[in-house]
């Protein structure tokens, strides 16, 4: 098949002897079948979930022999991301293009790269000592579900998390080879609110790269130097979003926007909430659109001024606010007081367990 010299390993142990001294390995991190909680860390020698006390592996079959190795209900696989953040520094194609954004013009009034972007700007003016080493690394996060199966087949669920590093160029960020798959959730059915017990290692490494740091060989400036790293933002859809940032988008408070004031109302007879109309509200006081009559909700004008959005230091006091819950399956049901009613929180976000 292969033309002859060919350098293909002959089987995948052989495979797996290359690739190991890459330092790129997969962790395996055994967790509750019902999502509450990762035999990690402290938890790491428990024998059973601490919270729904479900054992962590399967019992053993007849006729098995002994010291035969115990199988766990579900396992996370975690690929640590600081190898792999360090590796675009040893590697004489990426190291030189991991300061792009701070050594390259950019073009007033044009958006070429995130860089360009207020959002950019507002964190290099707030943490002025993390923006002045070019080298220093700005995260993207992006989580969704899929079917690894047959559309055919039973439904299953899993959930990846992709990491993407910002430094680089436009025409390289977005590119496979710098896509990271940092977490690989297997479960039947999505982890919904439960994603934080899974995110723990890598908020763990995130919070390591930001207050310490990791020593970093950069090839191409032949010298070694202390690399941080921030995560500037998710990439999702609209239900995934309510997972990772804790507001649920479901029902007639589902927009993390407006929050509770939102005008929404549900459907006499459909019982679906409905957003009709919500949008004069935004428009100037004088636009001739909110005195119609007829064209809207029959019979009403909008007087209400657009509402005021919460500050980033207002919504961490509401979100501070929240009681703990505990995670799993068997507490999906739980809500917070007042949720679908005066607020949609379903929990605080593991996001926020970060200084910045």
Aim: proline content about 8%; overall charge positive.
């Amino acid at each position: 098949m292969l033309p002859k010299g060919h350098k293909l390993p002959d089987s995948f142990y052989s495979s797996k002897k290359v690739v190991a001294p890459l330092g790129l390995g997969v962790e395996k991190i055994d967790a509750c079948e019902n999502d509450c909680m990762l035999y990690w860390k402290n938890e790491k020698e428990l024998q059973q979930c601490k919270i729904c006390h479900h054992p962590r592996f399967k019992p053993k079959k007849r006729g098995k022999k002994k010291g035969h190795k115990d199988i766990s209900f579900k396992q996370l696989n975690y690929l640590p991301l600081i190898p792999r953040l360090q590796r675009l520094y040893m590697s004489k194609t990426t190291a030189e293009h991991m300061a792009w954004h701070k050594e390259s013009p950019s073009e007033e009034g044009k958006l070429c790269h995130p860089r360009d972007g207020e959002a950019w700007k507002h964190f290099d003016r707030t943490y002025p000592t993390f923006a002045v080493e070019g080298r220093n690394v700005r995260l993207g996060l992006s989580a969704d579900g899929f079917n690894p199966h047959n559309q055919t087949s039973r439904p299953y669920s899993c959930w990846p998390v992709i990491v993407t590093p910002y430094n680089l160029p436009p025409w390289m960020c977005m590119d496979h080879p710098y896509m990271f798959l940092t977490l690989l959730v297997p479960d039947p059915r999505s982890p919904g609110r439960s994603l934080d017990v899974y995110l723990q290692p890598l908020i763990d490494k995130l919070k390591t790269l930001w207050n310490d740091g990791v020593e970093t060989y950069d090839v191409s400036k032949k010298q070694n130097f202390q690399m941080r790293a921030s995560l500037m933002w998710t990439v999702s859809d609209f239900p995934a979003y309510g997972m990772l940032s804790g507001w649920s988008t479901h029902g007639k408070l589902s927009c993390p926007y407006c929050m509770s004031g939102i005008k929404s109302f549900r459907l006499k007879h459909g019982r679906k909430p409905c957003f009709f109309d919500c949008h004069r509200q935004f428009f100037p006081l004088n636009h001739p659109y909110r005195y119609q009559k007829d064209n809207f909700t029959k019979g009403r004008i909008e007087i209400d001024p657009p509402f005021i959005r919460l500050t980033g230091e207002e919504l961490e006091a509401v979100v501070a606010s929240l009681p703990t819950i505990e995670f799993g399956k068997t507490k999906d049901k739980e809500r917070i007081e007042g949720f679908g009613e005066t607020h949609n929180w379903l929990k605080r976000s593991i996001f926020w367990d970060l200084p910045y």
